[in-house]
Structure formats: structure tokens, C-alpha cells
């Protein structure tokens, strides 16, 4: 279901918008046909041909048409639906999310967004030509490098395209790359069943299968990190507490500081008084 929409916002013309929302909001409309996005791809600005589309959408399925889509309400629920009945059977009417080679909300390389959900996309679709080192994409990093750069400029070259070091969410180089990568995904789909999607070492090959005494292999706690991170966290908060308390053991100390200061402010201002009504007034002097 990760290719289904799942607002947080509502989406319509007279509220305030989240930005991710109105690109995935964008992105399922262009699927199901609703939505024409422009020349230089899709945009997180909540524009008019957007609310145009969700009311088109409304309309093609008997919803109420008023260019809005709350989280979880009737049109978001009916997005859902139809995205979901986009995906083939396989073999045997089982169903299989569509192999989905390469997509992009924002303009990725030199002087784009560089969001980096689009980045690390573009690194492993690359890695998935033959352009970016796969190993690098084993964990999440959504920073621009020096491998996308050369790699994103190689299947320009190989492939006819303008090489000008980037691509656009819905431009040529995109399309050039979803098209070349989605065959060998779906292969990849289809040869590793339900394991987990990666791209592999060398993505030409096919995936090897499992030797003998791989399973004797020691496998990596995936909640390590997540219990490392947790420790420190509870650490950090020991520490805290501790200054807390140490701060509150002076607040009586400070309190009764405090108390002698302003008993020494009355005792100033009883002198000021007495010495104010004991000083004569100034003399006035007048010439005769």
C-alpha cells in the first residue's frame, strides 16, 4: 500500500496546504489520468489545474464535486480504490503492487530542489543502470555527490539525452531512466517474490540464489540502532533530571536571598524618606 495517498491535510483551495501532500496528491491524479502535469514537472504549489483534477475525479465517480479531499474522507478513500486497481494480477490471480521504476516530485542535480527522497530515488535508480555504486544505496542518504553527478551525466551520454547534469520531475531523462530500469525490477519482482526490494551489486546480473550455510550466517539486529539511539536518549534524560533537581535543592537558598535583598531596598528607601524630610529645600535666589 505504499504507493496509495495518505494525507495529513485537507487539500482544497481556501485552506492552507502541506507541500507533500499536494505532490502526492498530484502524482495520483496524474496516474488515474485526471491531472496534465506541466512541461517542468510537478510542483508543490496547490494551483488550479490541481482543484480542476480532484473535481474531474469527483465527477468521474459520482462524488461530490467540490474540488476538496480531507484525510481518510470519501474522495481520498475512492483515490485509493482506483490506485489500488491499477496493480496486475500475477500468475494464479495473486496481486502484486505495479513495478514501479523511477519517479521524482522535484528537479534533482545541478541548481534543482534536490529534495532527499528524490535524490537517494535517482541514486538507486541509477545504481539500477549501471550508473551509481549500488552499494551506496544499502542505507538511506539524501545528499547530492559526486557519484550521482557522473552517473546522471553517463546515462545522458549512453542514452542520446542533453547532458546537462540534472533532470526534471517528469522530463526526458526521467522517462529515458524509468523506462530502461522498470524491466529489470519487474524481474527482480518476480524472481525475489515478497523479499524486500534492492538493487543489486550488479544490476545486468541476476539475483543470486541462496548458497549452502547462508542461513548459519549471523544476521544483523535491524532494532540495534533503534536501541542504541533509545539508550542515548534515556541517558540524556538522567542527565537532565539531575540538573532539575540540582536547580530546585537552590531555589530556597535563592528564595531567602531574595528576602534579604528587598528587606535591605525597604530599610534604604525608610533612610531616603528620613533624610529627603530632614534636607532643606533649596535656597531660590532672586536678583534685586
Known sequence: MDDLLKLRR?????????????????????????YKPPQWGLTDIPDG????????????NGLRVDGQMDPGGPTERTVNRAL??????LPGGETRKRPRGFSLFDGVGENQRNRPSDVFAA???????????????RSFDGSPDADLAEG?????????????????????????????????????????DDKKLEPPENPDEPPKEPGP????????????????TVEGIETEIEEVS?????????????????????KKIEEKEEWLKVLEGYWPAPIEWSTV
Open 10 to 34: 485537507t487539500i482544497a483551495s481556501n485552506v492552507n496546504t502541506e507541500p507533500e501532500d499536494v505532490l502526492r496528491t498530484k502524482s495520483a491524479l496524474t496516474a488515474l489520468g485526471d
Open 49 to 60: 489545474p490541481l482543484f480542476e483534477a480532484v473535481k474531474s475525479f469527483q465527477k468521474r
Open 84 to 89: 489500488a486497481a491499477t496493480k496486475p494480477l
Open 123 to 137: 541514486k538507486r535508480a541509477l545504481a539500477w543502470a549501471g550508473h551509481y555504486p549500488a552499494a551506496k544505496t
Open 152 to 192: 546522471l551525466r553517463r546515462f545522458q551520454v549512453d542514452n542520446g539525452l542533453a547532458v546537462d547534469g540534472w533532470m526534471a520531475a517528469e522530463g526526458p531523462t526521467v522517462r529515458t531512466l524509468d523506462a530502461a530500469i522498470a524491466p529489470k525490477i519487474a524481474a527482480h519482482l518476480r524472481s525475489e
Open 213 to 228: 550455510g547462508d542461513d548459519d550466517k549471523p544476521k544483523e539486529d535491524p532494532c540495534a540502532e533503534i536501541r542504541e
Open 242 to 262: 539531575a540538573e532539575v533537581e540540582e536547580a530546585e535543592a537552590r531555589i530556597p537558598e535563592l528564595d531567602s536571598r531574595i528576602r534579604e535583598l528587598n
